[in-house]
């Protein structure tokens, strides 16, 4: 199972950027997609998560300013940002709870990381 993060770039304040996540592989069945960021000096912070029926949740910091969405078909996950801020630049990880046709359960899987920058 792989998840390649797309779309990440540079910014400037009060722009919006569209960020992808696809899981490809032997995929039986994905519930949670999220993303993450983190920040240099700093830990990975929940950024937002989608459940396999649309139930979303958010980041206080990041609430009315960006959405998760998914399409369940393509294994893809989204995250539309808007009204960026300097203080959203950040490598966002993308991650996916993953059965397989060969597990038993569910794994949390992760992308590699796609860089934001917002900067004038």
């Known amino acids: 199972v792989q998840l390649q993060a797309s779309g990440g770039g540079l910014v400037q304040p009060g722009g919006s950027l569209r960020l992808s996540c696809a899981a490809s592989g032997s995929i039986l069945s994905i519930n949670n997609m999220g993303w993450y960021r983190q920040s240099p000096g700093k830990q990975r912070d929940l950024v937002a998560f989608i459940t396999r029926d649309g139930v979303t949740n958010y980041a206080d910091s990041v609430k009315g300013r960006f959405t998760i969405s998914r399409d369940n078909a393509k294994n893809t996950v989204y995250l539309q940002m808007s009204s960026l801020k300097p203080e959203d630049a950040a490598l966002y990880y993308c991650?996916?709870?993953?059965?397989?046709?060969?597990?038993?359960?569910?794994?949390?899987?992760w992308g590699q990381g796609t860089h934001v920058t917002v900067s004038s």
């Open positions: 991650n996916a709870d993953i059965r397989t046709y060969t597990s038993h359960g569910f794994t949390r899987y």
